[in-house]
């Protein structure tokens, strides 16, 4: 987990030979990039869309994309010093998003949700993250650190299972019936930049990611801590020698992460505003794929695989789908999403940026 | 060692003996009841055979579907598979209600109590319906089931159900393929044995259609369904009906029951230039389409219309919803009908929470008519006839809460009327919103 994003595990491909294999898989990637440059150019032709409205596809792609970003963190932070995946982050973000529509449920009763918006969102920020890095941390106490050395296999198999007893405890500690977020009346309505038209609410998503992200980035190079976390990823048993604890590295790492997840879950709730308790299961699937699209491992590639697959779901069933006249396409958004994801992995088998593993361990 | 051996392959000899002769048992079980749904009902008059089913071992003769014998001091058992959790709760639970308020109105047959035996939930999808009917039928004392509450978990349910003799009785599937399209085209999934006493949506549709271009004066509108049987029954009726008076659909598109970003998909309705979105969806997608719908540039103007899926007291409440058009089955007049809602209210503590109650009430109280109508005595035990059953209703003509319920040869018994309802600033609950009725049409004004 460095800046080094630059420094990927790029194959060497200039002196292979040439195998049936190698024509193959260029064969498909023709083929793809002729089918999806195809379908474009008769949508775009088409006229169907105007420019605006590609515009807007495309501003709410990056919107959901950021979320999945934030999400994504926390997947690829565990990757990066745990080599394995927490599929219970959806559900951190889920019981995050929980907290918030609680809060801000609470908060629309009183004057200070209309008088004082700022402070409001920020108290449900507050609230969503102190309680998603709270679940963060507990169940890495509980399933993942008994693991601990245990084949890999093991942890990826019990955070199914974290994923599932937190699914159905807020199931029984809530209902299971759809929540309304509150509306919030200030975030209603749209900003005009110069002839650009965006929904308040997904400025404050886009830009609130994006502060999240850039805090993340200089805790993760800037401070000590960020350091022992790079450290631990790097060479967990060197970094123990060197007097780094390596628990409370990875103990922090999850409450980063969950940290995350929780804005995520805030977030979530301004810009699709009910949710229940299944509803950390989808964006914690996407988010996963925004972690692998970007290079999983890679604090930078999850940000970017994260906004890069909220525009091709956004744009994707619009733009290929529609020019070949497909009915329903919208219904497709999800076969678009990891068609991407197969594309994007076929030209670079580690993700946009390359994963980011030091020596590939045992 | 000679003997040993002989003896252990005598014992494996006797084990798989008693194993074919279990299996064998079982599939003879089986194949009386697949031939028996497999069976045309129509080609028998019932009750003329003396019976052949080792079950019933008595001397009232049986039709080709056999008998349910209800011992002494025994209730008469039903069952009830409703959408009762989730999204759809208010749904199914509106109707467990009124299926209870019927039994308890009905009373005894014959000496014998009415007991709902199961409460089972569809989860308004196919593999709730398909797990739910096949536990209930696993009884077989249970001689019809009310439900299912969503057309999608109804599919399986009446296979399901109908093959094992019984009848299933849905106050609310409205999808065109359980029945027919009511001009005399079977749909791909009914099952004798299937009735229903909800409104067809061939007829929803068609006087959702009609309201919109004569009431309305839209001539271009985009329909979204989710891909479910009740969804895309709908939506494709209204296509039909719109067309046929001359408007156009400028758009028929789809989304998932479990999307939340509509955006894009409205993105496109909005290109389409569409006056009207008519969403017979469901919760939570909904909940996210008609709010997105207030964002999008070029659907500020653009109406929207739900239909009976929606018309529930969690989503008339919702800011988004203000303004909207739905469908929906006319609320039932008259006194006996608010003597219902009395006895709802007594019993549950609120008013009716969706539009179904009342048929449901009226599927219960039909079938039990129609049990007590085919049972027969026989000393204290009470014998049914499951062929006599089907009969009984289809000949049935019942005064029920919802209008008079005739069941036409595909199972579709009401003769409805479709409210087309709006929710505005003034309504606050369903049961205003439901109240405030801008039109309403009958199926002999659609000409069905």
Request: proline fraction near 4%.
């Amino acid at each position: 987990m460095t800046q080094a994003a630059t420094v990927d595990a790029r194959p060497t491909r200039g002196a292979s030979r040439i195998t049936p294999v190698s024509i193959f898989l260029w064969a498909l990637r023709i083929a793809a990039l002729a089918v999806i440059l195809y379908g474009s150019y008769l949508s775009i032709s088409s006229g169907r869309l105007t420019g605006s409205q590609w515009r807007d596809l495309l501003v709410f792609g990056i919107s959901t994309g950021s979320v999945y970003s934030l999400i994504a963190l926390g997947y690829t932070m565990v990757y990066g010093v745990l080599r394995f995946i927490n599929f219970a982050h959806g559900e951190v973000f889920m019981v995050g998003a929980m907290m918030a529509f609680y809060v801000a449920n609470a908060l629309a009763t009183t004057s200070l949700w209309t008088a004082n918006p700022i402070v409001s969102l920020l108290v449900v920020l507050v609230a969503a993250m102190v309680t998603s890095t709270a679940v963060a941390v507990i169940v890495e106490r509980i399933a993942y650190r008994p693991l601990r050395g245990a084949p890999r296999l093991i942890p990826l198999i019990t955070s199914i299972g974290a994923s599932f007893t937190i699914q159905y405890l807020v199931r029984g500690l809530v209902g299971p019936s759809t929540k309304a977020f509150p509306r919030m009346e200030p975030l209603r309505g749209t900003f005009e930049f110069g002839g650009f038209v965006i929904l308040r609410s997904q400025v404050v998503v886009i830009f609130a990611a994006l502060v999240m992200m850039l805090m993340l980035y200089l805790f993760v190079e800037r401070t000590r801590t960020g350091k022992s976390m790079r450290a631990v990823s790097e060479d967990p048993e060197t970094a123990a020698l060197m007097g780094i604890d390596v628990d409370r590295t990875i103990v922090t790492v999850f409450a980063v992460g969950g940290a995350m997840a929780g804005v995520a879950g805030a977030l979530w709730g301004l810009v699709f505003p009910s949710l229940n308790f299944f509803s950390g299961f989808l964006p914690g699937i996407k988010a996963f794929t925004s972690a692998v699209l970007g290079g999983i491992g890679n604090i930078v590639g999850a940000m970017l695989g994260g906004a890069s697959l909220g525009v091709f779901e956004s744009v994707g069933p619009s733009l290929v789908l529609a020019g070949y006249e497909i009915p329903a396409f919208s219904q497709l958004k999800d076969v678009v999403a990891y068609s991407a994801l197969v594309l994007v992995l076929i030209f670079r088998p580690t993700g946009i940026l390359g994963e980011r593993l030091a020596q590939e361990r045992g | 060692m000679k003997t040993k051996r002989g003896l252990k392959l005598l014992a494996l000899l006797a084990v798989l003996a008693l194993v074919v002769a279990a299996c064998g048992g079982g599939e003879g079980g089986e194949d009386t009841t697949t031939t028996a749904g497999a069976e045309e009902p129509t080609t028998t008059a019932g009750g003329e055979e003396p019976t052949t089913t080792a079950a019933s071992g008595t001397t009232v003769p049986a039709g080709e579907l056999g008998v349910i014998e209800v011992g002494a001091g025994e209730p008469v058992k039903i069952a009830s598979l409703q959408s009762i959790s989730g999204d759809t709760a208010s749904l199914g639970t509106d109707q467990v209600r009124g299926t209870e308020i019927a039994i308890a109105d009905f009373g005894d047959i014959q000496g014998h109590a009415v007991e709902l035996a199961f409460s089972e939930d569809d989860t308004c999808g196919a593999e709730g319906g398909q797990a739910g009917a096949t536990r209930i039928i696993a009884d077989p004392q249970v001689v019809a089931v009310i439900g299912t509450s969503c057309s999608g978990a109804g599919v399986p349910a009446s296979n399901v159900v109908t093959s094992a003799g019984r009848v299933l009785i849905s106050g609310s599937n409205t999808s065109p393929v359980l029945t027919s399209d009511l001009v005399g085209n079977e749909g791909p999934e009914h099952h004798p044995g299937y009735f229903r006493t909800a409104h067809n949506d061939a007829i929803q549709g068609a006087a959702a259609a009609r309201f919109v271009y004569d009431e309305l004066g839209l001539t271009n509108v985009a329909t979204v369904n989710d891909g479910d049987p009740y969804t895309q029954g709908l939506t494709s009726a209204f296509e039909a009906s719109f067309e046929e008076l001359g408007g156009t659909i400028a758009i028929s598109t789809a989304v998932t029951a479990d999307q939340t970003d509509m955006r894009p998909v409205l993105t496109e309705i909005a290109a389409a230039g569409s006056e009207l979105i008519f969403f017979p969806i469901f919760q939570p997608a909904g909940d996210f389409l008609a709010e997105q719908a207030l964002e999008v540039a070029g659907l500020e103007e653009t109406v929207l219309m739900g239909a009976d899926g929606l018309l529930s007291d969690t989503y008339v409440v919702l800011p988004q919803t203000e303004n909207m058009y739905f469908s929906g089955p006319q609320t039932p007049i008259g006194d006996t009908y608010d003597e219902f809602v009395g006895k709802y209210e007594a019993e549950y503590g609120e008013a009716p929470i969706q539009a179904f109650h009342a048929h449901a009430y009226d599927a219960t109280m039909m079938a039990l008519t129609a049990i007590s109508n085919v049972a027969q005595a026989d000393g204290d035990n009470l014998v049914i006839d499951l062929q006599a059953l089907r009969d009984e209703l289809h000949s049935l003509t019942f005064e029920g809460l919802t209008g008079t319920l005739s069941c036409d040869e595909f199972g579709d018994c009401a003769a409805p009327n479709i409210d087309i309802v709006q929710n505005t600033a003034a309504e606050a609950d369903i049961a205003a919103v439901r109240a405030n009725v801008l039109a309403t049409y009958s199926a002999a004004d659609l000409g069905f």
